[in-house]
């Protein structure tokens, strides 16, 4: 609420020279009640009212307040009054000049009132017409028009309803809302503004002023003062809402802190062919340099984030019993995608295309973080359990820009494996997982992704939009995607993913993606953004 | 996904039903394609002035639905109004197969070929357009912009077999090109289309190839230059009664999808469909083409059930999937088995899973029991780095500072020569085909994202104090993916004085919360024992001179240099357009960790 008054209202206010609440004060001393139509007429209504208020926040006044309808003259009708009505005019320049030839009139009285004046001067039977001119037939006349005309200007009212009509017809008058008030002594009533302190300060309280002291009251219609805040990013505290979900979910984040990755994370070993249109140029970043990845091997400072992370669920499920981990074998899963591709393996008669090494080991910037998913889900191969993960980072798309597309947004991404998971169970996951958001009732469509079988998008109703609107995306990974990590077939994964900005956007009603993301974003939209409760609206 | 335009009163008296825009929307949802839009409800006057149309969104491996013939097909099956066709090919009465042969040098270009005739079709304006728009469907999505495959279409009548497809150097192919009345040779033809709006982004295919494919009758009569364009002389028109369909390829399973599609759409038109001889010994591809049998495969009753949530009877099962245009028949051997017949429309079909979504989606994805198995445990864990990045962004803001979130890709200029800094060649991650020059690299610094952030919001009253925490990246040769990334703190503030002490007290502040405590640098390179951070002036083009400090940090007998605060030089405000002092602040915070 920029440029509105903040804390107390400083006193006393002078307006034109004049202290104002100080004249009223003398006013009301001599005469109670007070008319400020009748005794303050020259001062602007805003004015009166302010020192008005000033004076009744500390009772030392009560007013009412009268709404009136005031009738004002145009400027044609203040001519009038001055100068007689046009009717006046044709009479008294006819009885001037004796006769006037009709055509003569605009010259002598002006073109308005010879038009006007002498069609009434005819209907109050004043003149009539000699040939082709005009004569007198009234000697004296009463210019009526002139006298209420003047009556309005002087009273600023007209009680015959009628009337008043036909000269608003007639463009003579206006008439408008004017407040006026009746004021009176109030209990605290006083000659003099008392002397008010603003604040109770530590002297005050040292010396006990404050027993005796007059507080100026405080003005509760304004906002208090400007705290000059720090602020968290609308997007990251959304972001936070997501996290606080899948935490209380049981998901174990993953470690997604690499922008760079090879066409095997992001894409073979996802089942995504070589030629797939996701890994054209139009689609994907490209890296130039550095020019090539190594062939997927082991990765031990990952590794041991995952350890320490997965610590407490190793605690907690432990057994008596040694359980037996497979390592893994970096060499195998590798041939396993070439064949998977090329020749089809894992009950899949694959894509049957020669697969290329070179294709493979391209670096890109990740299109998703379903990378990461998929070198998690290859870890989990060495000892295959029930497992819950999900990530919230940056992806990158080579997209033209505009208003709901940037090349880089956050995706978020869950995933959890488990032994005879069923596709309606995913449903009914990702409907707890949204009604989290507020949002009920999905719909399931279904779709194509590569690396999913089967791919659901997920609809929900937007009240506000009043339609269906998409989501999110999910489904059951691929058997070509899982077996060649080594998991076993039975052990079933869903995957499901948004963008963090998409149902930012859609909640706080944001139409371009970049007044959210990115350096163009104007800082009073993050400073004054509610904190986020996907659960209320 | 492609969007696939069809005649709504076509559609509609093909499904034998008048479906309110609203119905068929729900038949497209539940079937998996999407009704994008029903022309009938637009107002823009291009819409207006033809019937109306329904545009369909068609998954991206649904190649037997890039057609109004697939998808009226498709639907019709789904919807129990006919099963789907089986394709059969007749021979010629003469018994005489129509032949190609393919020659070795074709190797050396493109070097595989496929094809079959139509016989006796009847084309009307309709089925002819939505021919030739199938066959641009096909080169757009499967085909990736005919550099795999490409089809030529022919009218028979007008050529004379046996055919050949060879590759000779482009001088010596001079043929009339399609709808042009001049002889032109390969180059000539190349300099022709190379302005060419529609042909003009093939060219690159072949254009610095030694030799270019072509296809002969004969005569000697050339039938197509693959995969750029057709000869004039068998042109296919309204009346053409007998298509000969070549199909030239990289990929020798796309080339028999392509052939599959065009005959499982196309072939219903037709009297027959008539397979050709292919002689192609060099590369053992001599064969009779197309092979029209639906793929055998095996799925499990158990895994159909198991994982849609149902419980249904072979025999069930066997129905539901027959909407999806398979045949079912239990297993002869195993009860627990299925045969599954997948027709040649189905190329998208490659594993049992595949099966098992079809069953899905004919049960109706929205009527499976939603249960979710109470089985699994899980405990969860943040991400180390992103704890601690998520304590220093609390910690900013509460100290009074907003955060930002500019891009992660950013130029070279703003990420060096802006900030007077110089690109040693082996740090930043570069990229090799962005779009703009505002994408060239991944920032190796926090600064440029909160400099131009504050440079878009000079409306803003000063001061202003920006942070951000995130990621940075580098290459890295010693890693698999030969780069990483580093969580960076990074904080500017703009004022009308330089804020110089108000980043260095944020980093005190920030200090203090990472229980790290102050030292002086004699203190800190004096004890190695004692833990702490300290800061040394350094000399750095960044900044103003003298004004700014590298800051050191002990942590459990190590030291580090983990980042650097001070006043921005000036040439450095006015790069990026900052009408004010601004001091910098930013830390490696992995050290942390």
């Given at each position: 609420?920029?440029?509105?008054n903040?804390?107390?209202?400083p006193?006393?206010?002078?307006a034109?020279?004049?202290?104002?609440?100080q004249?009223?004060?003398?006013a009301?001393?001599?005469k109670?009640p007070?008319?400020?139509s009748?005794d303050?007429?020259?001062?602007?209504q805003?004015?009166?009212?302010?020192?008005?208020d000033?004076?009744a926040?500390?009772?030392?006044?009560?007013?009412?307040?009268?709404?009136t309808?005031?009738?004002?003259?145009?400027?044609?009708?203040?001519?009038?009054?001055?100068d007689?009505?046009?009717?006046?005019?044709?009479?008294?320049?006819?009885?001037q000049?004796?006769?006037?030839?009709?055509k003569?009139l605009?010259?002598?009285?002006?073109?308005?009132s010879?038009k006007?004046g002498q069609?009434?001067?005819?209907?109050?039977k004043?003149?009539?017409?000699?040939?082709d001119?005009?004569?007198?037939?009234?000697?004296?006349?009463?210019?009526?028009t002139?006298?209420?005309?003047?009556?309005?200007q002087e009273?600023?009212?007209?009680s015959d309803?009628k009337?008043?009509n036909d000269?608003?017809k007639?463009?003579?008058?206006?008439?408008?809302?004017?407040l006026?008030?009746?004021?009176?002594?109030g209990p605290?009533?006083a000659?003099?503004?008392?002397?008010e302190v603003?604040d109770?300060?530590?002297?005050?309280?040292?010396n006990?002023?404050?027993?005796?002291?007059n507080f100026?009251?405080?003005n509760f219609?304004a906002?208090?003062?400007?705290?000059?805040?720090g602020t968290l990013h609308?997007?990251n505290k959304v972001r936070?809402e997501?996290r606080?979900i899948?935490f209380?979910?049981g998901?174990v984040e993953?470690p997604?802190?690499?922008y760079v990755?090879?066409g095997?994370w992001?894409?073979?070993a996802?089942?995504?062919?070589?030629?797939?249109p996701a890994r054209?140029?139009?689609?994907t970043f490209?890296i130039?340099?550095?020019?090539?990845a190594?062939k997927p091997?082991?990765?031990p400072e990952?590794?041991?984030?995952?350890?320490a992370m997965?610590?407490?669920?190793k605690?907690?499920?432990?057994t008596?019993?040694?359980?037996?981990?497979?390592?893994?074998n970096?060499?195998?899963?590798?041939?396993?995608?070439?064949?998977?591709?090329?020749n089809?393996?894992?009950?899949?008669i694959?894509?049957?295309y020669?697969?290329?090494?070179d294709e493979?080991?391209?670096?890109v910037?990740r299109?998703?973080t379903t990378?990461v998913s998929?070198?998690?889900?290859?870890r989990l191969?060495e000892?295959?359990r029930?497992?819950?993960?999900?990530?919230?980072?940056r992806?990158?798309r080579?997209?033209?820009v505009?208003?709901t597309?940037l090349?880089?947004?956050?995706?978020?991404?869950g995933v959890?494996?488990?032994?005879?998971?069923?596709l309606?169970?995913l449903m009914?996951?990702?409907?707890?997982?949204f009604?989290?958001?507020?949002?009920e009732?999905l719909?399931?469509k279904?779709?194509?992704n590569p690396?999913?079988?089967?791919?659901?998008?997920?609809f929900?109703?937007?009240v506000?939009?009043?339609k269906w609107v998409?989501i999110?995306n999910s489904?059951?990974?691929?058997?070509?995607?899982?077996e060649?990590?080594?998991?076993?077939?039975?052990l079933?994964?869903?995957?499901?993913?948004l963008?963090?900005?998409?149902?930012?956007m859609?909640?706080?009603?944001?139409s371009?993606?970049?007044e959210?993301?990115?350096?163009?974003?104007d800082l009073?939209?993050i400073?004054?953004?509610?904190?986020?409760?996907?659960?209320?609206n | 996904?492609?969007?696939?335009?069809?005649?709504?009163a076509?559609?509609?008296?093909a499904?034998e039903?008048e479906?309110t825009?609203?119905?068929?929307d729900?038949l497209?949802?539940?079937?998996g394609?999407e009704?994008?839009e029903d022309?009938s409800q637009?107002?823009?006057?291009?819409?207006l002035?033809q019937?109306p149309?329904?545009k369909?969104?068609?998954p991206?491996?649904?190649?037997?639905?890039?057609c109004?013939?697939?998808i009226?097909l498709?639907l019709?099956?789904?919807?129990?109004?006919?099963?789907?066709p089986?394709?059969?090919?007749t021979?010629?009465?003469?018994?005489?197969l129509e032949t190609?042969t393919?020659?070795?040098?074709?190797m050396?270009?493109?070097?595989l070929?496929s094809?079959?005739v139509?016989?006796?079709i009847?084309?009307d304006k309709a089925r002819?357009?939505s021919?030739?728009a199938?066959?641009?469907?096909?080169?757009q999505?499967?085909a990736?912009?005919?550099t795999?495959?490409?089809?030529?279409?022919?009218?028979l009548?007008?050529?004379?077999g046996p055919?050949?497809?060879?590759?000779?150097?482009?001088e010596?192919i001079?043929?009339?090109p399609l709808?042009q009345?001049?002889?032109?040779?390969g180059k000539?033809i190349?300099e022709?289309?190379?302005?060419?709006?529609?042909?003009?982004?093939?060219?690159?295919?072949i254009r610095d190839s030694?030799?270019y494919?072509?296809i002969?009758?004969?005569h000697r009569?050339?039938?197509?230059?693959?995969?750029?364009i057709?000869g004039n002389?068998?042109?296919i028109?309204?009346?053409?009664k007998?298509v000969?369909?070549?199909?030239?390829?990289?990929?020798?399973?796309k080339?028999e999808?392509?052939n599959h599609?065009l005959?499982?759409?196309?072939?219903g038109?037709?009297?027959?469909i008539?397979?050709?001889?292919?002689i192609?010994?060099?590369n053992k591809?001599?064969?009779?083409a197309?092979?029209?049998?639906?793929?055998?495969?095996?799925a499990e009753?158990?895994?159909?059930n198991n994982?849609?949530?149902?419980n249904?009877?072979?025999s069930?099962?066997?129905?539901?999937?027959?909407?999806?245009?398979?045949?079912?028949t239990p297993?002869g051997t195993?009860?627990?088995?299925l045969?599954v017949?997948v027709?040649?429309?189905?190329?998208?079909v490659?594993?049992?899973?595949d099966?098992?979504e079809?069953?899905?989606i004919?049960?109706g994805?929205?009527?499976l029991?939603?249960?979710?198995p109470?089985?699994?445990?899980?405990v969860?864990?943040?991400?180390?780095?992103?704890?601690l990045?998520?304590i220093?962004?609390?910690?900013?803001?509460?100290?009074g500072w907003?955060e930002?979130?500019?891009?992660?890709l950013?130029?070279?200029d703003e990420n060096?020569?802006?900030l007077?800094?110089k690109?040693?060649?082996g740090t930043?991650?570069k990229?090799a085909n962005?779009?703009?020059?505002e994408y060239?690299?991944?920032?190796?610094?926090l600064?440029?994202g909160l400099?131009?952030?504050?440079?878009s919001n000079?409306?803003?009253?000063?001061p202003i104090?920006?942070?951000?925490?995130?990621?940075?990246?580098?290459?890295d040769?010693?890693?698999?993916?030969?780069?990483?990334?580093?969580?960076?703190?990074?904080a500017?503030?703009?004022g009308?004085?330089?804020g110089?002490e108000?980043v260095?007290g944020?980093l005190?502040?920030?200090m203090?919360m990472?229980?790290?405590?102050?030292l002086?640098?004699?203190?800190?390179l004096?004890n190695?024992?004692?833990e702490?951070?300290?800061?040394e002036?350094?000399?750095d083009p960044?900044?103003?001179?003298?004004?700014?400090?590298a800051i050191k940090?002990?942590?459990?007998?190590?030291?580090?240099t983990?980042g650097?605060?001070g006043?921005?030089?000036?040439?450095?405000?006015?790069?990026?357009?900052?009408p004010?002092?601004?001091s910098?602040l930013?830390?490696n915070?992995?050290?942390f960790?």
């Amino acid at each position: 609420m920029a440029g509105r008054n903040r804390g107390p209202v400083p006193v006393p206010l002078e307006a034109q020279n004049r202290n104002l609440t100080q004249e009223v004060l003398d006013a009301l001393d001599i005469k109670s009640p007070l008319q400020t139509s009748e005794d303050f007429p020259s001062i602007p209504q805003p004015e009166i009212k302010a020192a008005l208020d000033r004076l009744a926040s500390r009772s030392m006044v009560q007013y009412d307040t009268h709404e009136t309808d005031q009738v004002i003259l145009t400027k044609e009708s203040e001519t009038i009054v001055a100068d007689g009505s046009h009717e006046f005019k044709v009479w008294d320049a006819v009885r001037q000049a004796g006769k006037i030839p009709i055509k003569e009139l605009p010259k002598v009285v002006g073109a308005d009132s010879a038009k006007v004046g002498q069609g009434n001067a005819f209907k109050n039977k004043w003149i009539k017409k000699d040939g082709d001119s005009l004569v007198l037939v009234a000697k004296e006349v009463k210019d009526t028009t002139k006298d209420i005309l003047k009556d309005i200007q002087e009273t600023k009212s007209l009680s015959d309803t009628k009337l008043l009509n036909d000269l608003k017809k007639r463009k003579l008058v206006t008439t408008s809302k004017v407040l006026t008030y009746t004021v009176t002594k109030g209990p605290k009533y006083a000659k003099e503004m008392p002397v008010e302190v603003t604040d109770l300060t530590a002297d005050m309280l040292a010396n006990g002023a404050w027993e005796m002291a007059n507080f100026k009251p405080y003005n509760f219609n304004a906002l208090g003062a400007s705290q000059n805040a720090g602020t968290l990013h609308p997007l990251n505290k959304v972001r936070q809402e997501f996290r606080n979900i899948f935490f209380n979910q049981g998901f174990v984040e993953m470690p997604t802190g690499h922008y760079v990755d090879s066409g095997f994370w992001n894409f073979d070993a996802l089942f995504v062919p070589q030629q797939h249109p996701a890994r054209d140029m139009q689609d994907t970043f490209f890296i130039s340099d550095p020019p090539k990845a190594d062939k997927p091997r082991p990765d031990p400072e990952t590794e041991a984030q995952m350890d320490a992370m997965e610590a407490g669920y190793k605690r907690l499920f432990a057994t008596p019993e040694k359980k037996e981990t497979k390592p893994r074998n970096y060499e195998e899963y590798w041939q396993n995608i070439k064949e998977v591709h090329q020749n089809g393996a894992f009950g899949s008669i694959g894509y049957r295309y020669p697969w290329s090494e070179d294709e493979c080991l391209r670096l890109v910037l990740r299109t998703h973080t379903t990378a990461v998913s998929t070198w998690v889900l290859h870890r989990l191969a060495e000892d295959p359990r029930p497992a819950r993960y999900f990530s919230i980072d940056r992806v990158f798309r080579n997209e033209t820009v505009d208003a709901t597309h940037l090349a880089e947004f956050h995706q978020i991404e869950g995933v959890i494996a488990d032994f005879g998971l069923t596709l309606g169970g995913l449903m009914r996951f990702l409907e707890d997982f949204f009604s989290k958001m507020g949002i009920e009732g999905l719909r399931f469509k279904p779709a194509y992704n590569p690396y999913t079988e089967p791919s659901m998008e997920v609809f929900g109703y937007h009240v506000g939009l009043g339609k269906w609107v998409e989501i999110g995306n999910s489904g059951m990974f691929r058997p070509e995607m899982l077996e060649p990590m080594g998991l076993p077939k039975d052990l079933r994964v869903y995957g499901f993913g948004l963008s963090l900005e998409r149902p930012t956007m859609i909640k706080y009603g944001v139409s371009n993606i970049r007044e959210l993301l990115g350096h163009k974003v104007d800082l009073g939209f993050i400073e004054s953004n509610a904190a986020v409760r996907l659960d209320k609206n | 996904m492609p969007t696939i335009s069809v005649d709504k009163a076509a559609l509609f008296a093909a499904l034998e039903k008048e479906y309110t825009t609203e119905e068929f929307d729900e038949l497209c949802f539940e079937f998996g394609i999407e009704l994008d839009e029903d022309t009938s409800q637009s107002k823009k006057p291009e819409d207006l002035a033809q019937p109306p149309q329904l545009k369909i969104e068609i998954p991206a491996n649904r190649y037997d639905m890039l057609c109004f013939e697939g998808i009226a097909l498709n639907l019709r099956v789904f919807l129990e109004k006919q099963k789907l066709p089986k394709w059969t090919l007749t021979p010629p009465a003469s018994g005489e197969l129509e032949t190609l042969t393919i020659k070795e040098e074709t190797m050396r270009i493109r070097p595989l070929c496929s094809g079959v005739v139509l016989r006796n079709i009847k084309f009307d304006k309709a089925r002819y357009e939505s021919f030739i728009a199938l066959q641009d469907k096909l080169h757009q999505n499967l085909a990736r912009q005919r550099t795999l495959v490409s089809i030529g279409t022919h009218d028979l009548d007008m050529i004379k077999g046996p055919f050949t497809y060879e590759a000779l150097p482009p001088e010596e192919i001079e043929f009339v090109p399609l709808n042009q009345t001049q002889m032109m040779n390969g180059k000539e033809i190349m300099e022709f289309y190379d302005k060419d709006k529609h042909l003009g982004r093939y060219l690159h295919i072949i254009r610095d190839s030694p030799v270019y494919p072509v296809i002969f009758d004969s005569h000697r009569n050339v039938l197509s230059l693959p995969p750029i364009i057709n000869g004039n002389l068998s042109k296919i028109t309204l009346d053409t009664k007998n298509v000969f369909i070549e199909i030239t390829a990289l990929d020798k399973t796309k080339v028999e999808i392509v052939n599959h599609m065009l005959v499982a759409m196309f072939g219903g038109y037709a009297e027959s469909i008539e397979p050709i001889n292919i002689i192609s010994p060099h590369n053992k591809e001599s064969r009779e083409a197309p092979d029209l049998a639906p793929r055998e495969m095996q799925a499990e009753v158990d895994y159909l059930n198991n994982v849609t949530g149902l419980n249904i009877s072979p025999s069930d099962i066997s129905n539901l999937l027959e909407r999806m245009g398979y045949i079912v028949t239990p297993s002869g051997t195993d009860s627990k088995l299925l045969d599954v017949s997948v027709p040649i429309t189905r190329a998208d079909v490659l594993h049992q899973c595949d099966i098992m979504e079809d069953l899905a989606i004919a049960w109706g994805f929205n009527k499976l029991p939603r249960v979710y198995p109470n089985k699994s445990a899980a405990v969860a864990a943040p991400l180390p780095i992103n704890k601690l990045g998520d304590i220093v962004r609390f910690e900013a803001a509460a100290s009074g500072w907003s955060e930002v979130m500019p891009l992660i890709l950013c130029s070279h200029d703003e990420n060096f020569g802006w900030l007077n800094r110089k690109d040693n060649g082996g740090t930043a991650i570069k990229l090799a085909n962005p779009k703009t020059a505002e994408y060239q690299i991944v920032r190796t610094s926090l600064l440029p994202g909160l400099l131009k952030t504050i440079s878009s919001n000079r409306h803003h009253a000063v001061p202003i104090k920006v942070f951000e925490v995130s990621d940075i990246g580098f290459i890295d040769l010693s890693k698999e993916r030969k780069t990483r990334n580093e969580r960076h703190f990074a904080a500017a503030i703009m004022g009308k004085t330089s804020g110089f002490e108000q980043v260095h007290g944020l980093l005190d502040r920030m200090m203090l919360m990472l229980k790290s405590s102050f030292l002086t640098p004699e203190e800190g390179l004096k004890n190695d024992k004692l833990e702490g951070y300290w800061i040394e002036e350094v000399n750095d083009p960044t900044f103003l001179k003298g004004h700014s400090a590298a800051i050191k940090i002990n942590i459990a007998g190590v030291h580090h240099t983990i980042g650097v605060f001070g006043i921005l030089h000036p040439s450095v405000l006015h790069k990026f357009e900052l009408p004010y002092p601004v001091s910098t602040l930013e830390i490696n915070l992995e050290v942390f960790l």
